[in-house]
């Protein structure tokens, strides 16, 4: 890669040893994937939970670090200035109810001490999964180096803004130095369809729209899906397709002619592509998906929980759920960023939501508040959701069974307790 | 030596590595799905699930889902248990920044007929800078 006499600089140790290392292994990224220089960026989502978690992004590598090695890095961390509009996805505990989640105060000090030095950086410790809806927007040719699988789809594909499907340490390392490897989304020529979904039967729950987006991952594994005969959506529905797109899938972008600002037309999606295969998207294929994602699915559930619902989705739930109770025997999560629950607390849905017995949790999901189990694991024999991420990833990463489905399915079940 | 197949290569993370295969068809996650700890994959309903990749050179179609795919293969490489090489027939920036990170040879081989033609635990040789892959 051609590095200009700062970036020279920077590899010679000018500006210290984390951005040193940052710098050489973005170097060593982007030669990987073909990139010949660095871009600036004003965007960045990064990962920043704790900072035993910030400090595997340095070295010593290939073995763990000692809690010396973690504390010197802590303070390196503290002198560095980010000039990158970032925030942070999903945090390990909720701040303000980790003990009605489980977690220990070591933890919560942890985590705080991440706040505190994200602050300091200028790193803005958001803990959400849904930043594009609220604390980081980016504009349409932004130039972004994103992590979250769903996120940076979202943002590519609704918003025409272009950052690559990044790692938490290559999005991390990015946000530190302001600059990203010119490879791939950053590319308008790599910004056009490859294949074809063709829709062919009714999208009527937000749980179809995941479907349809697990379908989609599944179907192509990594290019450019182009979608035909899809109704408009609405911002919701689109957080399921791209959250569920890249559970099975490892797609950079997604194209919804009419929707997606470089996508005008159908034809102006694929800009001269011919697509590579043409996949449709009928009733045996939704109930296709619907059958691989729920697992052993009838019988008493431990814990029901949404994944990530908007102040609008919250709305409605407090709505289906106003008046009726959760079952004693089972738990109703509904896990949503902090901002959208304060909003939820000022108008009084989340009241409403919690006088039913429901709990409402802010700054993750369920998946990474417990896989690496920084707080004690809930019962999850079995879970219920309105989430296709959430199904296929709880099945494999907690071993679950699984119940997937619509919200007012989900809602259903928490007061009868089962399926 | 009648037996030795070469397969092209492109090369992604430079280096060289020999090791057992361990090869499947799926796309393949290395957070959540994996145990780091102990080196082994550990979702159902994969076809990996319960076998060792620690020092494995392992043969799949391409990595997918989530962003902490990196760190899940970092959390293994600390933990002792680093795969010898990675060998991907498409490529996902995730996988390619957890092994350009951690230095694990890494190559893509645009070749389909090698699910069928290398079999678990034939040792395979994955040398990046030349560009192949040799088995047997």
């Keep these: 890669m051609r590095l200009t006499e700062v970036q020279q600089n920077i590899i010679n140790g000018d500006k210290g040893r984390l951005l040193r290392e940052a710098l050489i292994n973005l170097v060593k990224y982007g030669t990987a994937m073909g990139a010949e220089e660095f871009i600036p960026i004003t965007s960045a989502h990064i990962a920043f939970s704790a900072m035993d978690v910030v400090a595997l992004c340095f070295s010593p590598r290939g073995r763990e670090l000692t809690k010396a090695e973690i504390d010197r890095i802590t303070e390196e961390m503290r002198n560095i200035k980010v000039n990158v509009r970032t925030t942070v996805n999903s945090g390990i505990i909720d701040r303000r109810r980790w003990q009605q989640m489980g977690a220990d105060e070591s933890i919560y000090n942890s985590v705080m001490q991440a706040v505190e030095v994200a602050r300091e950086c200028g790193i803005m410790p958001t803990f959400s999964i849904t930043p594009h809806l609220t604390d980081n927007i980016p504009l349409m040719g932004e130039h972004c180096a994103w992590a979250e699988s769903g996120t940076h789809l979202y943002i590519n594909s609704i918003l025409g803004a272009q950052s690559n499907r990044e790692s938490y340490e290559s999005a991390f390392y990015s946000c530190l130095l302001g600059i990203t490897p010119n490879f791939g989304m950053h590319l308008d020529e790599n910004r056009k369809g490859t294949d074809l979904v063709d829709i062919q039967c009714e999208l009527e729950y937000g749980s179809d729209w995941g479907a349809l987006g697990y379908f989609t991952g599944d179907s192509i594994g990594i290019g450019i899906p182009v979608f035909k005969n899809l109704k408009r959506p609405v911002v919701e529905q689109v957080n399921q397709l791209c959250f569920a797109t890249n559970s099975p899938g490892a797609i950079p972008m997604l194209l919804i002619p009419g929707v997606s600002p470089e996508a005008p037309t159908l034809e102006a999606a694929f800009r001269g592509n011919k697509p590579r295969n043409t996949y449709f998207f009928d009733d045996k294929a939704k109930q296709r998906i619907y059958n691989s994602l729920n697992y052993n699915s009838k019988g008493e559930v431990d814990l029901i929980s949404f994944r990530c619902p908007t102040l609008y989705e919250l709305s409605k739930i407090a709505k289906m759920i106003e008046g009726k109770k959760v079952h004693k025997n089972t738990r109703l999560c509904v896990m949503t960023s902090d901002s959208i629950r304060h909003s939820a607390e000022q108008i009084g849905y989340a009241q409403i939501i919690e006088d039913s017995g429901a709990e409402l949790f802010a700054d993750g999901t369920l998946l990474i508040f417990y896989i690496n189990a920084p707080a004690k694991k809930p019962k999850m024999n079995r879970i219920a959701t309105n989430s296709a991420k959430l199904a296929f990833a709880a099945r494999r990463s907690f071993h679950s069974n699984i119940f997937f489905g619509s919200t007012e399915r989900c809602i259903e079940i928490a007061i009868k307790g089962g399926v | ?136």
């Design chain 2, 1 to 136: 030596m009648a037996d030795i197949k070469k397969f092209k290569a492109k090369k992604v993370i430079p280096g060289k590595a020999t090791g057992p295969a361990l090869i499947t068809r799926e796309r393949i996650m290395f957070l959540g799905f994996i145990d780091p700890k102990k080196g082994i994959f550990h979702a159902p309903q994969t076809e990996l699930y319960g076998k060792s990749f620690r020092g494995a050179v392992l043969i799949y179609t391409s990595g997918k889902a989530s962003s902490g795919g990196a760190r899940g293969l970092d959390l293994a490489v600390r933990a002792g248990n680093a795969p010898a090489a990675i060998v991907n027939l498409e490529i996902d920036p995730i996988t390619v920044a957890g092994c350009a990170f951690d230095d694990i040879p890494m190559v893509q081989v645009e070749d389909p007929s090698i699910f069928d033609q290398v079999k678990e635990g034939d040792m395979v040789t994955v040398d990046a800078d030349k560009g192949e892959v040799i088995v047997g």
